[in-house]
Structure formats: structure tokens, C-alpha cells
């Protein structure tokens, strides 16, 4: 089965702690995206990879980091320069030139204690 | 120019009524207009697309009205039923930075 897998399903972040939220894919896609999410509204753009080795901030990269080593594969820090981190995070995939069409995990709901 | 323009925020239908989430747009450049559907704790998936050479594309129970000349791009709901209770996203490509432009959402809540 094709797909885009998150984890963990849930992460709880202490003060000043980094996290690292995962994100695979099989889907052979070049391109691929992460989303924060806030209750009741609508998806923000943190940061997209077209190609290995290579990725542009979004419109909210700030607090966040990320790294696209191999492919399938595109993780996404947390780090603790981001006061508010409480957000459901989703990642996504497409092919290069098809935006349009993104294929979504299932997300990562992140919790600060 | 980059915006797309999501209207209502929130709407309530009975069941079997026809809700309207309309879209519009000012960047001509636009090719392609997918609409999403996201269930609550879920990730958004690709519900249907049109493009602006058509006026009118339907899959289903799911149809997309398209008007050129005004810009704007509507989904209409037939035979609308509880479990199509979800949010709605229209969105447009933008090929000068490889992103997709998101609508704001609307929460429909369809009553049995």
C-alpha cells in the first residue's frame, strides 16, 4: 500500500525541549511539505522540499527546522525557539510541478506540558 | 494575488439539502482548482479538481461550478447526508514557487 506515514500520533514537548516530528513516504514523490494546523483553521505552510538535499521556508518557518536526507523520508524539529508549538502538524507529498495534488498523512497532534 | 477566498467559515444544512462553499480568486494565472475534504483528527484528502477550460465538472454527489470571467469557483453538495460532515478546502496552484495556495476552510455540519 502506497501512503505517507506520521509519527507519533501524539507528542507531548517539555519548555525548551526540541522534538522531531516524523514523516515517510512510498509514494516516490520528489516533492514534499509540511503544514501546521490550529483548531478551526485552515493550513499554514512551515516548509517544502522539491529534491533531496534541498528545501524552502514557507510562510511560517520560524521555530522549526528540517532535513531531507533520502527520498521517502522528510523530518520535521520543533526546536524550543517556538513559544507556541501546541498545532496539528501534517505533512504531505506530490509529484514536482503537481502541488495541486498532494497526498496527506494522518498528522501529528502536538502537545505542550 | 497569491489569495484564494473561502466563504462561508461555517455552514449547517439538513440532510438532503445542498450546501455551497464558494472560492474566488484575483491571480489569472491559476490553472488548476482541487477541492479538499478533511475529517476531524484526519488529514486532508483531494476530493475533485477542475479546470478553468470547463464550467462545470460532477463526481458523484460532488460538483464544481466554475465561472472564468468572475473568478470564482464553487462545490455544491447533492443528496447531502451526516457523514459528509466535514471541512472543506479550495485551493489553487501557484507555479512561481511550487506551493499550493490553501482557502481558509469551511466547517460543514450536515444534520440528520
Known amino acids: 500500500d502506497g501512503g505517507i506515514t506520521q509519527s507519533p500520533k501524539y507528542l507531548f514537548r517539555k519548555e525548551g525541549q526540541n522534538v522531531t516530528l516524523s514523516c515517510e513516504q512510498n509514494?516516490?514523490?520528489?516533492?514534499m511539505y509540511w503544514y501546521r494546523q490550529d483548531p478551526g483553521q485552515g493550513l499554514r505552510l512551515i516548509y517544502y522540499?522539491?529534491?533531496?538535499?534541498?528545501?524552502q521556508k514557507g510562510d511560517i518557518a520560524e521555530g522549526y527546522s528540517v532535513s531531507r536526507e533520502k527520498k521517502e523520508s522528510f523530518p520535521l524539529t520543533v526546536t524550543s525557539a517556538q513559544k507556541n508549538p501546541t498545532a496539528f502538524y501534517l505533512c504531505?507529498?506530490?509529484?514536482?510541478?503537481?502541488?495541486?495534488?498532494?497526498?496527506f498523512g494522518p498528522g501529528t497532534r502536538l502537545l505542550v506540558l | 494575488q497569491q489569495q484564494v477566498k473561502q466563504s462561508p467559515q461555517s455552514l449547517i444544512v439538513q440532510k438532503g439539502g445542498i450546501p455551497i462553499i464558494n472560492c474566488a480568486y484575483e491571480?489569472?494565472?491559476?490553472?488548476?482548482f482541487p477541492w479538499y475534504q478533511q475529517f476531524p483528527g484526519k488529514g486532508p484528502a483531494l476530493l475533485i479538481a477542475?479546470?478553468?477550460d470547463v464550467s462545470e465538472k460532477k463526481e458523484g454527489r460532488f460538483t464544481i461550478s466554475f465561472n472564468k470571467s468572475a473568478k470564482q469557483f464553487s462545490l455544491h453538495i447533492m443528496d447531502s447526508q451526516p457523514g459528509d460532515s466535514a471541512t472543506y478546502f479550495c485551493?489553487?496552484?501557484?507555479?512561481?514557487?511550487?506551493?499550493?495556495?490553501w482557502g481558509a476552510g469551511t466547517k460543514l455540519i450536515i444534520k440528520p
Open positions: 491571480n489569472t494565472a491559476f490553472d488548476y
Open positions: 477542475i479546470r478553468p
Open positions: 522540499s522539491q529534491i533531496v538535499n534541498d528545501f
Open positions: 509514494l516516490n514523490h520528489d516533492a
Open positions: 485551493a489553487a496552484p501557484s507555479h512561481s514557487n511550487y506551493q499550493l495556495i
Open positions: 504531505a507529498s506530490s509529484i514536482v510541478g503537481q502541488q495541486e495534488t498532494q497526498y
